[in-house]
């Protein structure tokens, strides 16, 4: 059974910083694109970082592009994701995802992650 597991959510205030991680058991990924979404209360998921599986491109959606960094160890199976001056704007339920292609969409992924919560005070 294939399982991304998401950690290192939480609350932070405005201005701070916060790592997410993400963990896959059950397959390996290390073809795969691994990437982060996420989606605020009455909006749809959106899409936040990607990067393919070797480590040759990294895309950022723009509200997070010079703040938030996307890694990957593949020898662990683990993505990351490194949010720094935090905005009450990301805050948001975080869900990790892996497939096939680099893409941007919601539909080009096949494993989703549970989810983590980010809350930024203002």
């Known amino acids: 059974q294939v399982q991304l597991v998401e950690s290192g959510g939480g609350l932070v205030q405005a201005g701070g910083s916060l790592r997410l991680s993400c963990a896959a058991s059950?397959?390996?990924?290390?073809?795969?694109?691994w990437a982060w979404f996420r989606q605020a209360p009455g909006k749809e998921r959106e899409f936040v970082a990607v990067?393919?599986?070797?480590?040759?491109?990294?895309y950022y959606a723009d509200s997070v592009k010079g703040r938030f960094t996307i890694s990957r160890d593949n020898a662990k199976n683990t993505v990351a994701l490194q949010m720094n001056s935090l905005v009450p704007e990301d805050t948001a339920v975080y869900y990790c995802?892996?497939?096939?292609?680099?893409?941007?969409?919601?539909?080009?992924?096949?494993?989703w992650g549970q989810g983590t919560q980010v809350t930024v005070s203002s």
């Open positions: 990067i393919n599986w070797a480590l040759s491109n990294r």
């Open positions: 995802a892996a497939g096939m292609v680099t893409g941007l969409r919601v539909s080009e992924y096949d494993y």
């Open positions: 059950g397959s390996t990924f290390r073809r795969s694109a």
